[in-house]
């Protein structure tokens, strides 16, 4: 009996919510990741607005350090220069994409509230030379995508689209932006493991929104696994990214 209580607090242990936003077991492995491979080669502008948007209330929603090295070496290795980001927060993702475009690279940013960006993100970018590649849109992004699908002359024409909005409405965002994206271009979807609650079990403590917007998760990654039009790798960076890479 005893064992088996051990096992179900071990199993509900295993779903809290950890203070940083890997999915990794180990605090100190995680750390050894990020003072080995990610703080020494961070560029100074994202070391800094990574520290600024820390201090900010609502930080838990920022990309985190290791999702931002990789998505700036994905983005060289696809030689991406036409993208597109929904959902900006202060920008730490937005700028790992801007440093890693060519100079005439450019980002379709968009987000409802401009203020974290412009407070935050903004005078870093700037400092930093890449604001000239971003087209930055206040507002919901559904709409502007429904204008862009509207007109065939945009489809097929984003080598990299990144996700990391409002989840109750990404499988609505897929619908339409995997007409924008080449084939051959990628899609990334962030929190496609939710804080680890895709497996968590029904009683699991659970915070409120972690608990609500789950489901809508849990559709997300069951619509892409049976997409045809892309090929998907799911990986436990941050708090799970998925790639989807257009093949028709």
Request: net charge negative; with cysteine; proline share 5%.
């Amino acid at each position: 009996m005893a064992e088996n209580v051990a096992s179900q607090e071990n199993q509900v242990s295993k779903h809290q919510e950890v203070g940083h936003k890997s999915l990794l077991q180990s605090d100190a492995l995680y750390q050894y990741i990020l003072e080995t491979s990610v703080y020494p080669r961070e560029p100074e502008p994202m070391k800094e607005l990574r520290e600024l948007t820390a201090k900010h209330p609502w930080n838990l929603m920022t990309t985190s350090a290791d999702e931002g090295q990789f998505l700036n070496m994905l983005l060289k290795l696809i030689n991406a220069k036409n993208t597109m980001e929904i959902g900006v927060y202060t920008g730490y993702s937005l700028l790992a994409t801007a440093l890693a475009l060519p100079r005439d690279g450019k980002i379709l940013a968009m987000d409802i509230n401009k203020e974290n960006y412009e407070e935050i993100g903004l005078p870093i970018i700037q400092k930093a030379g890449v604001a000239h590649k971003i087209d930055f849109r206040e507002g919901p992004a559904l709409p502007v995508l429904d204008l862009l699908v509207e007109d065939k002359n945009n489809h097929g024409t984003y080598d990299f689209i990144f996700v990391d909005a409002d989840k109750d409405n990404y499988i609505n965002y897929h619908k339409r932006i995997i007409e924008l994206v080449k084939v051959g271009g990628v899609i990334g979807y962030d929190n496609t493991l939710w804080n680890g609650s895709v497996v968590a079990p029904p009683d699991a403590p659970l915070r409120k929104y972690v608990r609500y917007y789950r489901d809508f998760v849990l559709e997300l990654n069951k619509a892409l696994a049976a997409d045809p039009r892309i090929e998907i790798c799911m990986l436990p960076v941050g708090d799970g990214i998925t790639l989807c890479r257009r093949i028709t």
